[in-house]
Each structure stands twice: as structure tokens, then as C-alpha cells.
């Protein structure tokens, strides 16, 4: 083993991802070269502060988004390799992370749809998360892009049996984005979509016969989701922005109906 090819794979042989026959040769080398063995502890005492004082921040909806779509391409190169190529060469570090992060989160919304029999309640919930997580991939936010409420609200005409209320709140920190139709407990729904920062907000609304009620807030898989039954009409708003300003949102969008 030459020191180029020690020093190239350091960086795996630290993160315990090498073969064991592979890092049997690496020990061997650090073994016998004081210069690559002066790397490798350089590496160990970074990676070990880093991991210390690392804040960990949860991927906002948009990045995630960007993420699926810019997977498309690598995993075509990885089945067109000719040898086996570890996976973090073929993609670079940060794909091979983003990828790592995918998987986990469409697992997430894998479970959600196999899992049975839950209460009606529930069902509707997961429904709303899964078309969350499906509004977020490439192409599929909106139907109707317009920041302009006069857009929006009559694209509905005809296409649902209601018409969604559409506040504009951008003076208020949450641009529109558009609408489109999703399909939600059985029936078409409108959709409104708004944003906060890198954050999507899904407002879905159908009719209902329960009279006003309070909002009820509940999270799962890291999105939150806030009912309000209100004039014979229900609004659910799902986003993976925090509570506190998700709240917010849910009062500026009834205050301003
Ligand atoms: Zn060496």
C-alpha cells in the first residue's frame, strides 16, 4: 500500500465503513509509516471534536426536496459501475449523506402507509403527512403557481365542490406559493400552499358538520399539524416548521379568512 492510498482512505477507516480485509491493510501501514500514522491521529482528534460540538439541525422540507431529486442521477451511475466502487466514491460525501437521510425519511413515510386499521382520526393524519411529504418532490408542490390570491382562489372553480379561503399573509411573513388538488380521506381536496422561510405549509380544507372548535395540534415524524374545525368547514395545516410559529400562522390564516 502506498501512502496516497492510505491517506485516501483514512477517512472511511475512521468511520469503521472499510472491509475488514481492507482496514487489516490500512493497520498495517500505520503500523510501519510515521507520517501516515501522524494523519491518522490528526483525523481521529478533529473527527472527535467535531462530533463533540456539532449542533445537529433537522433538514428543512425544501432541502429535502432538492435531495430526492438530485438522487435521480447517481444512483444510475452506481448500477452502470463496472466493479464494486464504495458508495461514498461514486457520489462524494455529502450525497452519500443526503442519501443516507432519504432513506430515513422515506422509511419513515413507508411505515406510515403499511401500518392497518388505525382509528378514522389517524388515518386522516397519516393521509395528510404522506401528501405533505409527496407535495414536497420535484413538481409536485402546486398546480397552480401565483403568489396572487386572485389566481389562486378561482383555479378552484369547478374543479372542487368548495372554494378554499386564500388569505394573503406575505406582509406577514408567510408568502403564498400556490394550490393544487390532492386526494385525502376518500375525496378531491384543495390545497393552499405557503411558506416560511425554507419551510412548505400544506393547508387542506374540506366541508364537515362539527361546529366551531378549538385547534388541536398534534406532531409525528417530525411535522406538525393543527386542525381547526370552523364554520362548517375543516382546515387542517401539516408543516415540519417548529409549533410555535406554526401556531402563529393558524391564527393570522383564521383572523384573516
Ligand atoms: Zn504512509
Not at 466514491?89 to 392497518?116: K, M
Not at 394573503?168 to 393544487?180: E, I, K
Not at 376518500?186 to 385547534?215: A, D, F, K, L, M
Request: overall charge neutral; aromatic content about 6%.
Amino acid at each position: 500500500m502506498t501512502c496516497a492510498d492510505c491517506l485516501e482512505s483514512l477517512g472511511p477507516y475512521i468511520d469503521g465503513e472499510l472491509l475488514a480485509s481492507e482496514a487489516a491493510v490500512i493497520e498495517e501501514h500505520l503500523k510501519t509509516c510515521p507520517d501516515c500514522a501522524a494523519a491518522h491521529q490528526r483525523l481521529v482528534s478533529t473527527t472527535s471534536r467535531l462530533r463533540a460540538a456539532l449542533t445537529r439541525h433537522p433538514a428543512p422540507d425544501v432541502l429535502k426536496a432538492r435531495i430526492r431529486a438530485a438522487l435521480v442521477q447517481p444512483v444510475a451511475e452506481v448500477s452502470a459501475a463496472p466493479k464494486r466502487v464504495p458508495f461514498y466514491r461514486v457520489v462524494g460525501w455529502p450525497s452519500a449523506i443526503a442519501a443516507a437521510a432519504v432513506v430515513a425519511v422515506l422509511s419513515s413515510a413507508l411505515t406510515f402507509s403499511v401500518t392497518a386499521r388505525r382509528p378514522a382520526g389517524e388515518t386522516v393524519r397519516s393521509e395528510l403527512i404522506s401528501s405533505h411529504i409527496r407535495s414536497l418532490m420535484p413538481g409536485h408542490l402546486t398546480d397552480v403557481a401565483s403568489n396572487d390570491q386572485h389566481n389562486v382562489k378561482p383555479w378552484f372553480n369547478g374543479r372542487v365542490d368548495m372554494s378554499p379561503n386564500v388569505p394573503r399573509l406575505d406582509s406577514l411573513g408567510f408568502p403564498l406559493v400556490g394550490g393544487r388538488i390532492d386526494y385525502i380521506d376518500g375525496r378531491s381536496v384543495p390545497v393552499i400552499v405557503y411558506t416560511r422561510r425554507q419551510h412548505v405549509i400544506n393547508v387542506y380544507s374540506w366541508p364537515t358538520n362539527t361546529t366551531n372548535e378549538p385547534p388541536v395540534t398534534a406532531s409525528s415524524h417530525g411535522y406538525n399539524l393543527i386542525r381547526i374545525p370552523r364554520n362548517g368547514e375543516e382546515l387542517w395545516i401539516v408543516s415540519d416548521l417548529n409549533r410555535a410559529e406554526l401556531g402563529d400562522f393558524a391564527r393570522l390564516l383564521v383572523g384573516n379568512s
